[in-house]
């Protein structure tokens, strides 16, 4: 199986001279296509950081990074932005615009993808709503949705332009343990349905479940939990 990720001997700082401080050790991670793979470890541990990196949020620093096919270390902006049109993206925050309906903003994230006209992204996005169980809420503006249904709405943007990669931190930490339980079980469902792969960060021991494998991140250190 093709992997989808490979980091190699990867390390990372913040800081510069006196105040420089290294957040990631000595990274090294494979994840295949069609893998859920969660990463667990304390705050602080720099889980967020990893994510970013490999989403092309942050620039590499040292060490190979391979996310799709492309080396992320060294790369322009140029190529960053190109692997970003290829991932999807899902946060605790869910990031919703206010003043965009549910269906503009699923639809914001699909319009910026090349060759897709306004009608035809306007379809996608009211498809995937339906699929979220949001059919009859497509209109609604975030403030007029619950906790659940925001997160639902972050899924089918991620999901919308069926990325080979879905990133996801915290997804579950603002929802109860049923509404999580949902959005997971989604996530899971709609991830094997377009065959992507899953990178999800969390503190929820209730979702481990879902995953192939479990990997744990401490004080910038990685090490292997569980494999299938």
Known sequence: MKPIIVVCNLNHHFGKESLKKQVLFDINLKINSGEIVIMTGPSGSGKTTLLSLIGGLRS?????LRCLDRELNGADEEKLVQVRREIGYIFQAHNLLPFMTARQNVQMSIELHENISKQEACAKSEVILQTVGLGERVNYYPKNLSGGQKQRV?????LVSRPKLILADEPTAALDSKTGRNIVDL???LAKEQGCTILLV????RILDIADRIIHLEDGRLS????D
């Open 60 to 64: 590499v620093q040292d060490g190979s």
């Open 154 to 158: 972050a899924i089918a943007r991620a």
């Open 187 to 189: 996530m899971q469902r």
């Open 202 to 205: 969390t503190h929820d021991n």
């Open 224 to 227: 292997i939990i569980t494999a």
